[in-house]
């Protein structure tokens, strides 16, 4: 199969010709149709990720159709639609006893732990706990987008952060997460304050729901400007971004008794992150982390696509053959871009 491999940390990926994948006994293999180009994927080229071992697939937000299945899968068949949450649960482990997969014990994740999607085949674990099927109506680019960002996003809004009609959501960063966190907020009655450097990303906020906007770029201080927008703080914010000063400013941010979600990565390089905790502890902050979502708590994200009340297929802003893609990898380090690039690597 074709595959984007690279070879060391940092330099160029290059496309080129790869063993196919064979599935585990309790895994499936899917002929992707389509992925996402997320950070994440940038981050383990960078060498972020102490899983990844080189020659390495990048690749982790997917859809396809089933291809092959192990002897041991038994909801799964070949031909099958479907798309997979970026974590892949054990389904056996403590955590995922308690319904809690998206920080299983003995998680793996595409493209971090094994060989991932910017491949024609990618190889999944434990199907019959991880797979999700992809309504016929939805497109493969609509469903690539759900397993990473926007999934992560609605956990991190929804379940996590417990968004209520009526209140402030400040989103920091509107790459593909904090704009699926914009659409989702406003979707459910809350009022949105969008902050980024870029105009463009912010245009989009505007466009997915955002009723207040804020360049971080032109403001002295995001946290004062997002007060004065809100009359007193967010209720809830998320570091969509996962920088030192992103973190800083969402929880600054809030008013008393608010709730910080941190959903973007805050890289080991950048050192020990400095979080405002004086404040949390003045202001009887909530700090949480968000780490994707669960593939048995899809179904209500699922239902609110399919009645439009949710259009992920909007962020889907740039759609990029197999062969572009070492570029499009490259390029995240110094322009992340708004909206989601989805990848087809049969185009």
């Known amino acids: 199969m074709r595959a984007v491999v690279f070879e060391r940390f940092g330099e160029p990926a290059e496309v080129r010709e790869v063993t196919d994948p064979e599935p585990k006994e ?15 994927d940038w981050h383990g080229w960078q060498g972020h990720d102490a899983d990844i071992t080189p020659p390495h697939v990048p690749g982790h937000e997917l859809a396809g159709v089933v291809e092959s299945v192990g002897k041991r899968v038994t909801g799964w068949r070949p031909g099958d639609r479907v798309t997979v949450p970026f974590v892949c649960a054990c389904g056996s482990c403590a955590a995922c006893a308690a319904g809690d997969q998206q920080v299983c014990e ?20 434990h199907a019959d706990v991880n797979l999700v099927a ?32 009526g209140e402030w959501v400040a989103v920091h960063g509107c790459g593909g997460v904090g704009l699926s966190a914009v659409m989702i907020a406003a979707a459910s009655g809350a009022r949105v304050v969008a902050v980024d450097v870029s105009p ?28 004065d927008l809100t009359g007193g703080g967010a209720h809830l914010s998320l570091d969509a971004l996962g920088s030192p000063a992103t973190c800083a400013a969402s929880v600054n941010g809030l008013r008393r008794r608010g709730r910080h979600i941190q959903v973007g990565l805050l890289p080991s390089e950048s050192g020990t992150t400095p979080v405002p905790m004086a404040r949390a502890i003045a202001l009887e ?3 949480l982390g968000s780490h994707g979502m669960a593939a048995h708590t899809y179904p209500p994200m699922l239902e609110l696509v399919r009645a439009g009340v949710l259009r992920p ?17 490259t390029a995240l380090g110094t322009a992340p871009g708004a909206g989601v690039t989805v990848i087809e690597p049969w185009s």
Do not use: N
């Not at 493969?140 to 379940?159: D, E, I, N, P």
């Not at 297929?313 to 990898?329: M, N, Q």
């Open 134 to 165: 992809v309504p016929e109506e939805m497109s493969f680019a609509t469903a690539a987008s759900l397993g990473c960002r926007f999934a992560t996003a609605f956990r991190a809004v929804v379940q996590q952060g417990r968004v209520a009609a």
């Open 313 to 329: 297929d909007l962020l889907v802003t740039s759609t990029i053959p197999l062969d572009a893609v070492p570029a499009a990898l």
């Open 285 to 287: 902050l909530e700090l």
């Open 200 to 227: 463009r990303a912010l245009d989009l906020a505007r466009k997915f729901g955002a009723a207040q906007c804020v360049d971080a770029s032109s403001v002295p201080d995001t946290a004062a400007a997002i007060h």
């Open 26 to 40: 309790h895994g499936v293999v899917v002929r992707v149709e389509a992925t996402g180009l997320c950070r994440s």
């Open 106 to 125: 003995r998680q793996t994740q595409p493209g971090f732990t094994h060989w991932g999607s910017f491949a024609q085949y990618v190889a999944l674990d």
